[in-house]
């Protein structure tokens, strides 16, 4: 992101805020949440105003500019840069864009032949000596280069000036060269629309205007060719619809011959057959200038605004001539009939028609027709979907009212002014802590940046794969089962085993300690008999380099005698699949039968929700080197040092002492990184073990999608007795989770479930039941908030139903269910400190709540296809770990006698804060500056027995130990303090030295009050405090393609005396994001035999800074405390993510109100995530009858 914005800033000294947000796009952040990076890139923008408004220190006089500026030094003295921001860093000049070189270069590599010609002439001589060379522009052949390629000769365009640009322009239109990239394109159809009048730019402009927005993200149109990417031979192009609809023709050439070629879709079949010779190249790409009377449209659905494959687009070109259509070209992309589909039939039926309803009803009819023709010559129709049916009428009905528009006020429909993100982030910047160990001093509870921000922004932080080889350093590839479930015939390694670089092969046999692994021994370091599941590890391929390890790899060949899969929940339920064949139960009140009897109204219902990948930015990676002894140092990007020294000592059989893991920092984990590094990272442990080097594993992001698992799917029963005042009495239901093929942590999982289906209302009868599936997808694990993001949706999802059926809003029901102080939980927690309706009223009061609703209803009054919802959804989330063990955490601080500190503890940082937290705590309990306390990288040899980074308590549990530590070393230097009252800290420290006092402690923390689960009697205390919040969201859906977009949503999270206010809001907006994402964005797929087919950013679509609200405030609620815990803070990494079910809520509200318009059914089954295609499916109007 920091280079996108450097490049931008190079380009626009002062961009617009939307040049700043376009910039953006295609950078992908899973950790922030996107605004408070695009808030400070805002302020290069002059544009940008202060979220204070009026209250801006700018707008204060000089003297409170001055204090301002002080303030903010004092709040900012961790490392900060002050660069002179009139000096402008000189640009490396061996980065900057030559002219075209004249000179002809060739590389040539292992496996491949690179020739950069710089004449066509010579393109051509090349072309007809290498006649299987793969032509390519930018500099790239394909997203998967460590496959063996195919083309052993690549001639690659990018230097030839001739190809590049305008070739010509004439009276009747454009010829662009075959090597201009998109971002050309645009340039030269930005030049046309200014030069040509309107009659003829009718079809650039439209190209600017509907491609040009939705199209790939800057990286991308910088260096991609606009002919490559009409060539692509896998995905598809928004532009070939565009081509075929507006005529345009390929120029082709050879040594002997040139030809013109008219684009049309049968040039671009499903089976991706080339239709050019195979001495022939693109040279030009021929596009006519519109003609007077023309009008043009483009359109496109996909999965995400930005950055994603279309689902359907549609490019829609219609001539006048005297009122009456004269000439017409409908041209769909995205549909399974190859890159391109016209539908002809259709065009000339309205061939002379005027442009009217019965045109459209009749073109409805025709489209209807001539694809369902098209549909019955699929191999297999079912890969057309009822949804792109729909939006193949939908898109029609589109562009006919856009012609429309055009025809009656002279200019298409607006699309929408660009509004900027904008949001505000308040918190109480003067808390009282109530802590009897922390004092609100120093730098606790300020806004102190990030200990690592620097290094972050500039690139210079250090993660596992940054580390400098060893020189006799090794790579690990993986090999992994590519089938569902199957026993193992046999391992064939011959082929792979003889490719350069390859030193060998790891399998069971090399595994000197034990080969079984999992919490019950269900697991396999490597897989040598049986496969439960795609991407279970077999092996490894150890060589120099990654890629000659990824190349070998890719050539082990392995027999599968197949066995049935179980692949889905109820097919999962049907053979009675469980890894707790007995249901575990909570209850609470009456017999269920005699509860039901007792209520005005009975409701039984369901609802899936699905899975969700965590998708870090830095995959899982692991360097594991051998020493003397039997030791084992172990660098790896985990959350639990623990975890994986179990499973190296295990598998190594060597004593737990003898294996140093060291973490410095995790590029993201999400609860990815518990328990699955220890899938790759033992295997090279096994691998170093047998070659005696150090090896390194990372894993490519597909794999590492593969490999690990994510977020359990569940499938949610319930059966709900209420009132007609709205009173929810009774609540019987089932929860089953997908837990994969291992058991992994998948009875935590449904237990949070099972905790939280109650979320913060009071229901006098309840039984939760709850099952852990065993189905043979990859075993999935812990992901932030386990599965209590699941069971908030659905209790949310269940009010919303009653609401509907008993005609009362659904805020005035959640009011009615509250639960109060003093309210006992299922599992017979009593609840205490509770600011459940401080929460709830603020976020109705800072959102407008009760006035936006009317507005609302009058938007939703006023447009028959685009409807708003604004909904509001609170949360009680409990924090401590379920399993009592876990909480506990030591610490090591030393003080050196130079007065610097030195802290250790368990906890990994990744990027969360917990040590830049750490360092506040230190520092404000020693009574010193905070630059003089540094911490160490997390290591076993330091800290032993560390409990896993997770569940938003390692603040909590791991700041008791520092402050335990502190405490004792405080004690002691308590007598020199006395006897030098005026001395400085390192006076006190030296005297202490001399006195022959430690200067080192160990602290150690466990949680105090947890009171484990007793199921036989659905009693406990598991939770040491709640979190608290509301949310209250806004959107708006385009009902005729599902498109949506949160138009705003505002936060309130009561995190007690914050000890960062800017690290938890920080927390909660990334955790909301990344629930918008599970709610909302991110759909998890799989074909029919087990293969997950959404691997990588390309079909696994996670938010972008483009769908995050428009505007999204935050508090933390004010005045707030947290007695008994540290520094009176609560833990808020996980609490917030189920807020984003106010999103949820409010697209269902929206998609009912689109309903109500069409006189349908306002009850309707609504699965997560709402996906574009469910949304669209779920407004039910006359053009899905059509499907």
Same mark, same amino acid.
């Given at each position: 992101?920091?280079?996108?914005?450097?490049?931008?800033?190079?380009?626009?000294?002062?961009?617009?805020?939307?040049?700043?947000?376009?910039?953006?796009?295609?950078?992908?952040?899973?950790?922030?949440?996107?605004?408070?990076? *695009?808030?400070?890139?805002?302020?290069?923008?002059? &544009?940008?105003?202060?979220?204070?408004?009026?209250?801006?220190?700018?707008?204060?006089g000089s003297a409170a500019n001055a204090a301002s500026s002080k303030a903010i030094a004092a709040s900012n003295t961790v490392g900060e840069l002050s660069p002179d921001y009139l000096q402008d860093y000189i640009f490396p000049p061996g980065l900057k864009v030559?002219?075209?070189?004249?000179?002809?270069?060739?590389?040539?590599?292992?496996?491949?032949?690179? #020739?950069?010609?710089?004449?066509?002439?010579?393109?051509?001589?090349?072309?007809?000596?290498?006649?299987?060379?793969?032509?390519?522009?930018?500099?790239?052949?394909?997203?998967?280069?460590?496959?063996?390629?195919?083309?052993?000769?690549?001639?690659?365009?990018?230097?030839?000036?001739?190809?590049?640009?305008? +070739?010509?322009?004439?009276?009747?239109?454009?010829?662009?060269?075959?090597?201009?990239?998109?971002?050309?394109?645009?340039?030269?159809?930005? %030049?046309?629309?200014?030069?040509?009048?309107?009659?003829?730019?009718?079809?650039?402009?439209?190209?600017?205007?509907?491609?040009?927005?939705?199209?790939?993200?800057?990286?991308?149109?910088?260096?991609?060719?606009?002919?490559?990417?009409?060539?692509?031979?896998?995905?598809?192009?928004?532009?070939?619809?565009?081509?075929? &609809?507006?005529?345009?023709?390929?120029?082709?050439?050879?040594?002997?011959?040139?030809?013109?070629?008219?684009?049309?879709?049968?040039?671009?079949?499903?089976?991706?057959?080339?239709?050019?010779?195979?001495?022939?190249?693109?040279?030009?790409?021929?596009?006519p200038h519109s003609a007077q009377g023309e009008f043009i449209r483009f359109y496109k659905q996909g999965d995400r605004k930005s950055v994603t494959n279309s689902i359907v687009n549609a490019a829609y070109r219609v001539q006048f001539t005297d009122s009456k259509?004269?000439?017409?070209?409908? =041209?769909?992309?995205?549909?399974?009939?190859?890159?391109?589909?016209?539908?002809? +039939?259709?065009?000339?039926?309205?061939?002379?028609?005027?442009?009217?309803?019965?045109?459209?009803?009749?073109?409805?009819?025709?489209?209807?027709?001539?694809?369902?023709?098209?549909?019955?010559?699929?191999?297999?129709?079912?890969?057309?979907?009822?949804?792109?049916?729909?939006?193949?009428?939908?898109?029609?009905?589109?562009?006919?009212?856009?012609?429309?528009?055009?025809?009656?006020?002279?200019?298409?429909?607006?699309?929408?002014?660009?509004?900027?993100?904008?949001?505000?982030?308040?918190?109480?910047?003067?808390?009282?802590?109530?802590?009897?160990?922390?004092?609100?001093?120093? /730098?606790?509870?300020?806004?102190?940046?990030?200990?690592?921000?620097?290094?972050?922004?500039?690139?210079?932080?250090?993660?596992? %794969?940054?580390?400098?080889?060893?020189?006799?350093?090794?790579?690990?590839?993986?090999?992994?089962?590519?089938?569902?479930?199957?026993?193992?015939?046999?391992?064939?390694?011959?082929? &792979?085993?003889?490719?350069?670089?390859?030193?060998?092969?790891?399998?069971?046999? %090399? @595994?000197?300690?034990?080969?079984?692994?999992?919490?019950?021994?269900?697991?396999?370091?490597?897989?040598?008999?049986? @496969?439960?599941?795609?991407?279970?590890?077999?092996?490894?391929?150890?060589?120099?380099?990654?890629? /000659?390890?990824? *190349?070998?790899?890719?050539?082990?060949?392995?027999?599968?005698?197949?066995?049935?899969?179980?692949?889905?929940?109820?097919?999962?339920?049907?053979?009675?699949?469980?890894?707790?064949?007995?249901?575990?139960?909570?209850?609470?009140?009456?017999?269920?039968?005699?509860?039901?009897?007792?209520?005005?109204?009975?409701?039984?219902?369901?609802?899936?929700?699905?899975?969700?990948?965590?998708?870090?930015?830095?995959?899982?990676?692991?360097?594991?080197?051998?020493?003397?002894?039997?030791?084992?140092?172990?660098?790896?990007?985990?959350?639990?040092?623990?975890?994986?020294? %179990?499973?190296?000592?295990?598998?190594?059989?060597?004593?737990?002492?003898?294996?140093?893991?060291?973490?410095?920092?995790?590029?993201?984990?999400? !609860?990815?990184?518990?328990?699955?590094?220890?899938?790759?990272?033992?295997?090279?442990?096994?691998?170093?073990?047998?070659?005696?080097?150090?090896?390194?594993?990372?894993?490519?992001?597909?794999?590492?999608?593969?490999?690990?698992?994510?977020?359990?799917?569940?499938?949610?029963?319930?059966?709900?007795? #209420?009132?007609?005042?709205?009173?929810?009495?009774?609540?019987?239901?089932?929860?089953?989770?997908?837990?994969?093929?291992?058991?992994?942590?998948?009875?935590?999982?449904? +237990?949070?479930?099972?905790?939280?289906?109650?979320?913060?209302?009071?229901?006098?009868?309840?039984? =939760?039941?709850?099952?852990?599936?065993?189905?043979?997808?990859?075993?999935?694990?812990?992901?932030?908030?386990?599965?209590?993001? /699941?069971?908030?949706?659905? *209790?949310?999802?269940?009010?919303?139903?009653?609401?509907?059926?008993?005609?009362?809003?659904? /805020?005035?029901?959640?009011?009615?269910?509250?639960?109060?102080?003093?309210?006992?939980?299922?599992?017979?927690?009593?609840?205490?400190?509770?600011?459940?309706?401080?929460?709830?009223?603020?976020?109705?009061?800072?959102?407008?709540?009760?006035?936006?609703?009317?507005?609302?209803?009058?938007?939703?009054?006023?447009?028959?296809?685009?409807?708003?919802?604004?909904?509001?959804?609170?949360?009680?989330?409990?924090?401590?770990?379920?399993?009592?063990?876990?909480?506990?955490?030591?610490?090591?601080?030393?003080?050196?006698?130079?007065?610097?500190?030195?802290?250790?503890?368990?906890?990994?940082?990744?990027?969360?804060?917990?040590?830049?937290?750490?360092?506040?705590?230190?520092?404000?309990?020693?009574?010193?500056?905070?630059?003089?306390?540094?911490?160490?990288?997390?290591?076993?040899?330091?800290?032993?027995?560390?409990?896993?980074?997770?569940?938003? @308590?390692?603040?909590?549990?791991?700041?008791?130990?520092?402050?335990?530590?502190?405490?004792?070393?405080?004690?002691?230097?308590?007598?020199?303090?006395?006897?030098?009252?005026?001395?400085?800290?390192?006076?006190?420290?030296?005297?202490?030295?001399?006195?022959?006092?430690?200067?080192?402690?160990?602290?150690?923390?466990?949680?105090?009050?947890?009171?484990?689960?007793?199921?036989?009697?659905?009693?406990?205390?598991?939770?040491? #405090?709640?979190?608290? !919040?509301?949310?209250?969201?806004?959107?708006?859906?385009?009902?005729?393609?599902?498109?949506?977009?949160?138009?705003?949503?505002?936060?309130?999270?009561?995190?007690?005396?914050?000890?960062?206010?800017?690290?938890?809001?920080?927390?909660?907006?990334?955790?909301?994001? +990344?629930?918008?994402?599970? #709610?909302?964005?991110?759909?998890?797929?799989?074909?029919?035999?087990?293969?997950?087919?959404?691997?990588?950013?390309?079909?696994?679509?996670?938010?972008?800074?483009?769908?995050?609200?428009?505007?999204?405030?935050?508090?933390?609620?004010?005045?707030?405390?947290?007695? !008994?815990?540290?520094?009176?803070?609560? !833990?808020?990494?996980?609490?917030?993510?189920?807020?984003? @079910?106010?999103?949820?809520?409010?697209?269902?509200?929206?998609?009912?109100?689109?309903?109500?318009?069409?006189?349908?059914?306002?009850?309707?089954?609504?699965?997560?995530?709402?996906?574009?295609?469910?949304?669209?499916?779920?407004?039910?109007?006359?053009?899905?009858?059509?499907?």
């Amino acid at each position: 992101m920091v280079m996108s914005m450097y490049a931008l800033l190079r380009n626009e000294p002062r961009p617009t805020q939307q040049q700043i947000e376009n910039c953006l796009i295609g950078n992908y952040c899973r950790c922030t949440g996107y605004r408070p990076i *695009i808030d400070g890139f805002y302020e290069f923008s002059s &544009a940008s105003p202060c979220a204070l408004g009026e209250n801006c220190c700018k707008n204060q006089g000089s003297a409170a500019n001055a204090a301002s500026s002080k303030a903010i030094a004092a709040s900012n003295t961790v490392g900060e840069l002050s660069p002179d921001y009139l000096q402008d860093y000189i640009f490396p000049p061996g980065l900057k864009v030559k002219d075209y070189c004249s000179e002809e270069k060739c590389y040539k590599g292992e496996r491949v032949t690179w #020739y950069q010609p710089v004449s066509v002439a010579r393109l051509l001589e090349l072309k007809s000596q290498f006649l299987k060379a793969k032509v390519v522009c930018a500099q790239g052949v394909g997203n998967n280069l460590n496959a063996p390629l195919q083309d052993s000769v690549i001639i690659s365009t990018s230097n030839i000036q001739e190809l590049s640009g305008i +070739q010509e322009v004439t009276a009747d239109g454009l010829l662009i060269g075959s090597a201009t990239t998109i971002s050309q394109f645009w340039n030269i159809l930005s %030049d046309m629309v200014e030069q040509l009048p309107e009659s003829q730019s009718a079809l650039y402009k439209s190209i600017l205007t509907d491609v040009k927005p939705r199209f790939a993200c800057r990286q991308v149109i910088n260096v991609a060719s606009l002919v490559g990417n009409l060539l692509i031979p896998v995905g598809q192009s928004d532009l070939t619809p565009v081509c075929v &609809a507006a005529g345009a023709v390929f120029s082709l050439r050879s040594v002997n011959k040139s030809r013109k070629l008219l684009v049309t879709d049968k040039l671009f079949p499903a089976d991706r057959k080339s239709f050019l010779a195979d001495d022939e190249v693109v040279e030009g790409l021929f596009f006519p200038h519109s003609a007077q009377g023309e009008f043009i449209r483009f359109y496109k659905q996909g999965d995400r605004k930005s950055v994603t494959n279309s689902i359907v687009n549609a490019a829609y070109r219609v001539q006048f001539t005297d009122s009456k259509v004269s000439a017409m070209n409908i =041209v769909y992309g995205g549909l399974p009939f190859g890159m391109a589909k016209a539908f002809p +039939q259709t065009s000339q039926s309205l061939i002379g028609r005027e442009w009217n309803e019965k045109l459209l009803e009749e073109g409805v009819a025709s489209l209807t027709a001539e694809l369902n023709s098209a549909t019955s010559d699929l191999k297999s129709p079912d890969s057309l979907t009822s949804y792109q049916k729909t939006l193949v009428t939908s898109l029609f009905y589109k562009f006919y009212s856009d012609v429309a528009e055009k025809l009656s006020t002279g200019k298409f429909p607006e699309v929408g002014q660009y509004t900027a993100i904008k949001g505000k982030q308040l918190y109480d910047d003067s808390p009282v802590a109530t802590s009897s160990e922390v004092s609100a001093a120093s /730098h606790c509870f300020k806004p102190v940046p990030h200990r690592s921000a620097d290094l972050h922004v500039t690139g210079e932080a250090t993660y596992v %794969d940054d580390m400098p080889p060893y020189a006799d350093e090794l790579h690990m590839a993986v090999v992994y089962s590519e089938v569902a479930h199957a026993k193992i015939v046999s391992i064939d390694t011959s082929e &792979a085993i003889n490719v350069l670089g390859v030193r060998g092969y790891v399998s069971a046999e %090399d @595994v000197p300690g034990s080969n079984v692994c999992g919490l019950i021994g269900e697991e396999r370091v490597f897989y040598n008999e049986k @496969v439960e599941s795609v991407g279970q590890i077999l092996g490894g391929i150890v060589a120099d380099t990654l890629q /000659h390890a990824q *190349i070998a790899a890719g050539l082990v060949k392995v027999e599968y005698e197949k066995l049935p899969p179980i692949l889905t929940i109820k097919d999962a339920i049907s053979a009675k699949s469980f890894f707790n064949p007995q249901p575990m139960m909570l209850w609470k009140g009456k017999d269920m039968a005699e509860a039901f009897s007792g209520v005005d109204m009975v409701m039984e219902g369901e609802m899936e929700i699905g899975g969700q990948e965590h998708f870090y930015m830095e995959p899982q990676v692991t360097r594991c080197v051998p020493k003397e002894n039997g030791e084992i140092d172990v660098f790896s990007s985990t959350q639990s040092p623990k975890f994986m020294q %179990d499973g190296v000592g295990k598998a190594l059989g060597i004593p737990f002492s003898k294996t140093n893991i060291n973490v410095k920092r995790l590029g993201g984990g999400f !609860g990815g990184k518990s328990r699955k590094p220890m899938l790759s990272g033992v295997p090279a442990a096994v691998a170093a073990n047998k070659f005696r080097v150090p090896v390194r594993c990372t894993l490519e992001r597909k794999e590492d999608m593969v490999v690990t698992g994510g977020r359990d799917p569940a499938l949610i029963k319930y059966k709900v007795g #209420y009132n007609k005042d709205g009173r929810i009495k009774t609540l019987d239901a089932e929860i089953y989770t997908d837990a994969g093929c291992t058991l992994d942590l998948a009875i935590c999982i449904v +237990q949070k479930a099972m905790y939280h289906l109650e979320n913060c209302y009071s229901i006098e009868n309840m039984r =939760v039941r709850g099952w852990a599936c065993k189905t043979n997808h990859p075993s999935n694990t812990a992901c932030r908030g386990l599965a209590a993001p /699941h069971a908030v949706l659905v *209790i949310e999802n269940i009010l919303e139903e009653v609401s509907v059926k008993l005609n009362i809003p659904r /805020h005035v029901i959640q009011q009615l269910n509250f639960c109060r102080e003093g309210h006992t939980t299922v599992y017979g927690q009593v609840v205490s400190n509770c600011t459940l309706e401080r929460c709830y009223n603020q976020v109705v009061s800072d959102s407008d709540f009760v006035n936006r609703q009317q507005a609302v209803k009058q938007f939703n009054l006023n447009n028959k296809w685009r409807k708003r919802g604004i909904e509001l959804t609170p949360i009680m989330y409990g924090i401590a770990f379920d399993t009592l063990l876990l909480n506990q955490a030591t610490s090591l601080v030393h003080i050196y006698v130079d007065g610097s500190v030195l802290i250790t503890h368990g906890g990994t940082e990744m990027g969360q804060g917990i040590h830049t937290k750490l360092i506040q705590l230190a520092s404000n309990s020693l009574g010193i500056s905070i630059d003089k306390v540094h911490l160490q990288d997390v290591s076993t040899v330091t800290v032993p027995n560390s409990t896993v980074t997770a569940a938003s @308590v390692n603040t909590d549990i791991n700041g008791g130990a520092v402050l335990n530590a502190c405490k004792k070393l405080n004690k002691r230097l308590e007598v020199f303090k006395q006897k030098m009252p005026n001395a400085s800290w390192e006076e006190w420290v030296t005297s202490a030295y001399v006195e022959r006092v430690s200067l080192s402690a160990q602290g150690f923390y466990s949680t105090p009050g947890l009171v484990p689960i007793d199921w036989s009697t659905s009693k406990g205390s598991p939770y040491q #405090y709640y979190v608290f !919040g509301a949310a209250v969201s806004e959107v708006e859906i385009d009902c005729l393609t599902g498109h949506h977009q949160v138009l705003r949503t505002d936060v309130v999270v009561d995190a007690g005396v914050s000890i960062n206010p800017a690290i938890d809001i920080g927390q909660i907006e990334g955790a909301f994001i +990344q629930g918008y994402g599970l #709610y909302c964005l991110e759909e998890l797929q799989f074909d029919e035999s087990g293969v997950m087919t959404t691997v990588g950013p390309a079909t696994y679509k996670i938010p972008l800074v483009d769908n995050i609200p428009r505007e999204f405030n935050v508090s933390l609620l004010k005045n707030s405390s947290n007695p !008994g815990n540290v520094a009176s803070s609560k !833990g808020v990494g996980e609490a917030p993510l189920p807020l984003a @079910v106010s999103i949820f809520m409010a697209i269902k509200s929206a998609v009912r109100s689109a309903r109500k318009a069409s006189g349908k059914d306002e009850s309707f089954t609504f699965s997560s995530p709402c996906t574009p295609e469910r949304i669209r499916m779920s407004c039910a109007d006359q053009f899905i009858a059509t499907a």
